[in-house]
């Protein structure tokens, strides 16, 4: 476990989680990253970055910090299938859908299924409807997503990497999801 000073009295404890982003090409995987990591946005990103696997701390309380380890598929999506290795040992998972992409959505539900067949038992996943700040393009309704969500037990964000609507909404949610009184996760 590590124990560091945190900018209030008292000592932060560090979990650690692996973190997989899931969804079709180009619906704003890398984008998000970026964005939450680095806070940029970047509108001529190529569908794919070269990079992928980033770190990032999201504090949750005065003493407890979740550290995900957020691994991007790359592009891989768009060549071959994703093999079962890429989200084994996940601890939470993002599935990605693009709001202006119905095809989008219902491979996100593909995603979805595979994940809670093959997955972790208990692993939290979040579904997400990025570009949400294209409302005049929208082709799947905020209530159909949640609907879907809710009944498949998921965690349910729209957000925007563009303009960073939401975004760390997002990884906050996750965060407090996941199982913070476990020893297992924290360095
Ligand atoms: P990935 O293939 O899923 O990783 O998708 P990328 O992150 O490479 O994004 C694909 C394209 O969508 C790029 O042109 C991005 O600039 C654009 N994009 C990503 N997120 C957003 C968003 O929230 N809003 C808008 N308008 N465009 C986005």
Redesign the pocket.
């Known amino acids: 476990m590590s124990i560091s000073r945190g900018s209030g009295a008292g000592a932060t404890k560090t979990f650690n989680f692996k973190l997989v982003l899931l969804?079709e090409?180009?619906?704003?995987?890398?984008?998000?990253v970026v964005r939450f990591v680095k806070d940029q946005?970047?509108?001529?990103?190529?569908?794919?970055?070269g990079a992928a696997f980033f770190t990032q701390v999201v504090p949750v309380d005065d003493q407890t910090t979740v550290k995900f380890e957020i691994w991007?598929t790359a592009?891989q999506e768009r060549y071959k299938s994703l093999a079962p290795m890429y989200y084994r040992n996940a601890q939470c998972a993002v599935v990605?859908f693009d709001i202006t992409q119905e095809a989008s959505f219902e491979k996100a539900k593909t995603w979805v299924k595979e994940l809670q067949r093959q997955a972790d038992p208990d692993i939290v996943i979040a579904l997400v409807g990025?570009?949400?700040?294209?409302t005049s393009r929208r082709a799947v309704p905020a209530e159909e997503a949640q609907a879907y969500a809710d009944e498949a037990g998921l965690l349910f964000q729209e957000?925007?990497?563009?303009t960073g609507a939401n975004v760390g909404d997002l990884f906050k949610a996750i965060a407090k999801k996941m199982p913070l009184d476990s020893q297992k996760h924290s360095q």
Not at 25 to 32: D, E, F, I, Y
Not at 41 to 49: G, L, P
């Open positions: 969804g090409s180009a619906v704003g995987k890398s984008s998000l946005f970047d509108d001529y990103r190529e569908s794919t970055i991007d592009g990605v990025n570009k949400n700040d294209l957000t925007s990497a563009k």
